[in-house]
């Protein structure tokens, strides 16, 4: 294998162990917090959820308005 292989696996190799770490955690984090609030503590947490996808939803819609031109060309052809 070449150095180039190694590094990928490395880096593969730790995004999918950070990925399961995080998930974990947060299996954990939903499970204490349900026996600690009960079965209705999504009631409160869903208006959270509503927002924080609500300012992602705007973020990526000021982007794509502001960068799709850079990174889309809407025009096929060659740069010469």
Not at 6 to 15: D, G, K, N, P, R
Not at 26 to 54: D, H, K, N, S, Y
Request: charged share 5%.
């Amino acid at each position: 294998m070449t150095l180039l292989s190694w590094i990928i696996l490395l880096v593969v190799s730790a995004v999918l162990a950070t990925a399961a770490q995080f998930l974990f955690f947060r299996a954990g984090w939903i499970v204490g917090e349900v026996m600690l609030l009960g079965p209705f503590a999504i009631t409160w947490q869903l208006p959270f959820f509503v927002w924080g996808l609500m300012i992602f939803g705007l973020a990526v819609s000021l982007w794509m308005t502001e960068y799709r031109g850079q990174h889309f060309p809407a025009r096929q052809g060659s740069p010469a």
